[in-house]
């Protein structure tokens, strides 16, 4: 249930965006997740489609999703880097004792396109 929530929050944000840029239609959403997140876009892109599916806002979007590397120390060495990595090895001395930034957001809205199609012919 952990990713249905993680979903409310992505659709609640874009819903937001949306109504704050005046558009009645979502046609995008640009989601970033990070490499240590324990769930798939795939589950991300079913409870989408679950919660949003039946609403007109959000007819027709995209999810695209793009990996943004986080930053982690290793606990053998301190050394300090960022990866991509889900599973990342220090660079320095190769442990695999790294801890990844805590307070990095595993799934962030990044922004919405909007569909302008509808305000166009409102205007016309
Ligand atoms: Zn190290």
Redesign the pocket.
């Known amino acids: 249930m952990h990713e249905l929530g993680i979903t409310q929050g992505i659709i609640d944000r874009a819903r937001e965006a949306a109504h704050g840029a005046g558009s009645e239609r979502v046609s995008d959403l640009y989601i970033i997740i990070a490499p240590a997140a324990d769930f798939t876009q795939e589950s991300i892109e079913m409870y989408f489609e679950m919660l949003a599916g039946e609403d007109p806002l959000f007819a027709g979007a995209k999810l695209h999703f793009e990996e943004r590397p986080v930053a982690a120390l290793?606990l053998?060495?301190?050394?300090e880097f960022v990866t991509d990595a889900r599973q990342p090895a220090?660079p320095?001395?190769r442990?695999f004792e790294v801890r990844l930034d805590p307070t990095a957001p595993m799934v962030q809205l990044r922004e919405i396109g909007v569909d302008d199609d509808t305000a166009a012919e409102d205007e016309a």
């Open positions: 290793c053998a060495c301190g050394e220090c320095m001395c442990s």
